[in-house]
Nanobody, 118 residues
Framework: VQLQASGGGLVQAGDSLRLSCAASGLTFGNYAVGWFRQAPGEERELVAAFRGGFSTYYAGSVKGRFTISRANDAVYLQMNSLKPEDTAVYYC???????????????WGQGTQVTVSS
């Protein structure tokens, strides 16, 4: 199983980015998927999670600005109104819902860097 996260970059505050997570070896429809981020010196945190058709979770710091979705065998994180504090390495992960919410998913992608300048 491999997850591939992409779409990061350097943007200015207020801009938007869309991250993508593609998978080989698993079907997203059978898993919960989460986007996590880790800033330097900080612990990894769950940003958004999706269990198709059942549940969605957003961290309070991104609610109303970020949207997680699934289409065409990929999971996306649309990030709007980006702030400098959103700067981090973003990871996607897949597992069952409880595992994803707890940050203990079995399947992780490599990170993609998001840098937001002020």
């Amino acid at each position: 199983v491999q997850l591939q996260a992409s779409g990061g970059g350097l943007v200015q505050a207020g801009d938007s980015l869309r991250l993508s997570c593609a998978a080989s070896g698993l079907t997203f429809g059978n898993y919960a998927v989460g986007w996590f981020r880790q800033a330097p010196g900080e612990e990894r945190e769950l940003v958004a999670a999706f269990r198709g058709g059942f549940s969605t979770y957003y961290a309070g710091s991104v609610k109303g600005r970020f949207t997680i979705s699934r289409a065409n065998d990929a999971v996306y994180l649309q990030m709007n109104s980006l702030k400098p504090e959103d700067t981090a390495v973003y990871y996607c992960a897949a597992g069952n819902w409880r595992e994803v919410l707890a940050g203990r998913a079995h399947n992780w992608g490599q990170g993609t860097q998001v840098t937001v300048s002020s």
